[in-house]
């Protein structure tokens, strides 16, 4: 709260650096802006960055340093006794440590030298957060001061101030690649280790997916067995279903928009269409797993069928609505974007509404269509609130959508909840199947680019 509260004084003094500077450079001309090299709002910026900049740039490098320094100084301080320790018991220390200092709970009864050692890290802490606040403060006051003495009529600021813009998207587009770079390696590297373990034909084509601990020898996957096409198979079945709902309501309601609708019908439906993509993913899992559930099970009794309380179709049906405006708004978009002309000529040739719609316009549109399609499939994908809430957590290989089943994103945060070690395969088996699934959403894109790109029409 402490770092939030000096983040948000610092880009006080930022904007007052801006508007100072500002005045600062029209007084200096009398208000007579032509005699300024540059216009007021450059001199504004570049007293900004200048106050700004630099403070907020070691408060980043902090933030992003500060618990490895912490950490190795608190283990510093108590060398002699974790001197027999491995590196799974020096960590789960570590966390028995932070837990202690944050008032969380801890894994055990603490020691007095870890007791000692959270009042160590405490006091590193705050005396940090101290050095980083006068090092703000110190940085801060003598950029505000070294951009307002620079201010003059000749000052060069638009340039100075758009080199410095630029710089700072350049590090934003690297900072983005690395992280993508940073993340595919941490999943290859993390996958192959579990292929060291597991077999890649076992894991890909394996028809059995139980990768706990087995209590006893007999039991099923003794030592652990990983086939995940069950897992594929639930996700697959369950992005099914909800593209069957999401698909064809969406993609209506955008021609009814786009065609039929009044501006006034217009600006009240789409809003409120849009309104399913910000209700929390949560609160539509409470309301398939309370409502949903619940009524096809009792509908399937009613006829004799069996629905379990936790069902693919259920999941699959209220995924389908939450992904309606992905399909509803996008295509929305692109069927406004064909130019009229072409309407106007389809009308003249002597076709209706309907026909201009089905042979003119959605094939005009079909590029755009199919995106948003393929986007709404990468967010099936990648749910998982409400499968858990209301697909259940069994990796039941079955096409019957009345059944439970599971996803990968599902499995994935099993396999991660509570303290884990990292070098068991159950452990690893979360990493395989995020790189799988990073595979597929990524040739899904590939489809999509591919297809906007072959089927786009330029118009005048």
């Not at 969406?250 to 021609?255: P, R, S």
Request: overall charge neutral; some cysteine.
């Amino acid at each position: 709260m402490n770092t939030i509260i000096l983040i948000i004084v610092l880009l006080g003094l930022t904007t007052f650096a801006y508007r100072y500077g500002r005045r600062k450079a029209l007084t200096s001309v009398e208000g007579r802006v032509a005699n300024l090299h540059s216009l007021p709002s450059y001199h504004g910026a570049y007293v900004a960055l200048w106050c700004g900049l630099p403070a907020l740039i070691v408060v980043a490098l902090w933030l992003i340093l500060q618990t490895d320094l912490v950490e190795r100084m608190v283990l510093s301080g108590i060398s002699d006794g974790i001197s027999g320790m491995t590196k799974g018991q020096i960590s789960l220390l570590l966390s028995d440590i932070r837990n202690l200092a944050t008032g969380d709970i801890t894994s055990r009864t603490p020691s007095p030298m870890v007791q000692a050692a959270a009042a160590h890290y405490v006091e590193l802490q705050r005396l940090g957060f101290m050095l980083m606040t006068g090092a703000a403060v110190i940085l801060t006051s003598g950029g505000l001061y070294f951009g307002l003495k620079a201010i003059q009529p000749t000052l060069r600021a638009r340039p100075q101030v758009e080199r410095i813009v630029r710089w700072l998207l350049l590090i934003a587009s690297v900072i983005a690649i690395l992280t993508t770079i940073g993340i595919i390696l941490s999943l290859m590297f993390e996958s192959i280790r579990f292929f060291g373990q597991v077999n890649p034909i076992e894991f890909l084509f394996g028809l059995t997916w139980s990768p706990q601990t087995a209590l006893r020898a007999d039991q099923v996957g003794g030592s652990g067995a990983f086939g995940a096409v069950p897992v594929f198979a639930g996700t697959l079945l369950i992005t099914v279903i909800a593209m069957i709902v999401a698909v064809p309501i969406g993609l209506m309601a955008a021609i009814y928009m786009a065609e039929y609708a009044s501006p006034t019908t217009r600006s009240l439906v789409k809003p409120a269409l849009e309104i399913l993509a910000g209700i929390p993913t949560v609160v539509y899992g409470f309301f398939a797993a309370l409502t949903i559930g619940p009524l096809f099970r009792g509908a399937g009794e009613s006829i004799g069928l069996s629905v379990a309380s936790e069902s693919a179709l259920a999941a699959g049906l209220v995924m389908g609505v939450m992904i309606i405006p992905f399909v509803s708004s996008l295509s929305d978009d692109v069927i406004n974007a064909v130019p009229q002309s072409l309407r106007d000529g389809s009308y003249a040739l002597g076709a209706t509404q309907s026909e201009t719609i089905r042979q003119v316009i959605l094939p005009a549109s079909l590029h755009g269509i199919v995106g948003a399609i393929l986007l709404a499939v990468s967010r099936a994908i990648g749910e998982t609130m409400i499968v858990v809430m209301a697909a259940g957590l069994s990796a039941n290989l079955t096409a019957n959508p009345l059944e439970a089943v599971t996803t990968v994103t599902v499995q994935i945060v099993t396999l991660l909840v509570g303290d884990q070690e990292f070098d068991s395969a159950k452990t690893l088996a979360a990493f395989a199947l995020g790189l799988v699934l990073f595979l597929v959403t990524l040739a899904l894109n590939v489809v999509a680019l591919r297809v906007v790109r072959k089927y786009r029409e330029e118009y005048d």
